[in-house]
């Protein structure tokens, strides 16, 4: 997967560099044509619904900090559901914790991480859950490429993501935001773009 790689004609573009336009949170910046982490979480304007093919890069810039103080992010899909977005390279830290996990459950099943001040990619395929009669019948799924290696397939979410809690899936709204997360580091994104690859039709 290439570095640059560039949304196709179908794709909906949260980011190119040159404004802000698709996100909540103005306090994030945009310098040299990334947006880089400010004061709480960012979240996008609009809404998604249905499975989900996302693109993003980023890129850690230099710090001696360890384990989860290093450059730590995050995407949560639909708001809730994470995939840690950590600078693992030469860092040690707990397994579930690690870049391309899905935090606080399953491991990645390597480490891609490269050099400080590196622009790394993501690529994810998102299979948003579905519920009925008020419990969930199909769990929520992510596929997840890091730097051109596979990370995460087709993995299933045991529930949405809690810190060092136990948790169980809630019938929630059909339609929502893609969330990235403020953990105080100055973490860059670039070139977001996102593909809704099957969005359910509107009930009758």
Not at 162 to 167: A, E, G, I, R, S
């Amino acid at each position: 997967m290439r570095q640059d790689s560039k949304a196709p004609s179908d794709a909906i573009v949260l980011f190119d560099g040159t404004n802000l336009d698709a996100f909540v949170n103005k306090s994030w910046k945009i310098v040299d044509g990334a947006m880089v982490v400010g004061k709480k979480s960012q979240q996008t304007v609009q809404k998604f619904k249905g499975d989900l093919q996302i693109h993003l890069e980023f890129n850690f810039p230099e710090s001696k900090k360890t384990s989860q103080g290093r450059n730590n992010s995050g995407l949560f899909l639909m708001g809730r559901y994470e995939v840690q977005i950590l600078d693992c390279f030469k860092n040690v830290t707990y397994a579930d914790g690690m870049t391309g996990a899905i935090y606080g459950q399953q491991p990645p099943q390597v480490n891609a991480c490269l050099p400080q001040n590196t622009w790394q990619t993501y690529d994810i395929i998102w299979t948003a859950p579905v519920f009925k009669d008020g419990k969930v019948v199909k769990k929520a799924a992510v596929t997840l490429i890091h730097n051109g290696v596979l990370l995460q397939n087709n993995t299933e979410y045991k529930w949405p993501s809690t810190h060092k809690k136990l948790n169980t899936y809630k019938p929630h709204a059909a339609e929502a935001p893609l969330k990235f997360q403020d953990h105080g580091n100055p973490v860059k994104f670039r070139n977001i773009w996102v593909r809704e690859i099957n969005k359910p039709e509107p009930a009758e």
